[in-house]
């Protein structure tokens, strides 16, 4: 058994063969995934699992290099906004239209982790960068 970090075997898996500028999104309960995308459904209430302690985790094993998120998500001046910024450090984030970053999960995710985040927008678009 695995002792520390990321314990849910599919997302762990997931992360293990994941290349350069790979893109592994965590999304809210709401957000709609292209049939031909891995579908990881963690959702089991509203609010359970919450999309900032999910993205947390993940970050224990994926190497970031950049996140796409939805525009709306910081005009709105959501709570989320600054924990995910406070979250992911000095990693460049860029800021697209709600619609773009659907357009964006559908051309290029290899899998959408579905939390039980009931805050609209709150959604990102993790890439992969490399550890060297």
Excluded at 37 to 43: E, F, G, H, K, P
Aim: proline share 5%.
């Amino acid at each position: 058994m695995k002792k520390t970090g990321l314990l849910h075997s599919e997302i762990s898996h997931v992360i293990a063969k994941m290349g350069h500028r790979d893109s592994l999104v965590i999304g809210d309960c709401g957000l709609p995934i292209p049939a031909h995308v891995q579908r990881i459904d963690l959702a089991l209430t509203a609010g359970v699992p919450g999309f900032i302690e999910t993205l947390r985790v993940v970050l224990t094993e994926l190497q970031m290099e950049e996140a796409w998120i939805a525009a709306e998500l910081s005009a709105a001046g959501s709570p989320i906004y600054s924990q995910f910024m406070e979250t992911i450090g000095g990693v460049p984030v860029h800021e697209l239209p709600h619609d773009g970053v659907k357009k964006l999960i559908a051309e290029r995710a290899v899998a959408v982790v579905r939390t039980g985040e009931c805050t609209p927008y709150a959604n990102v678009i993790l890439q992969s960068g490399v550890t060297f």
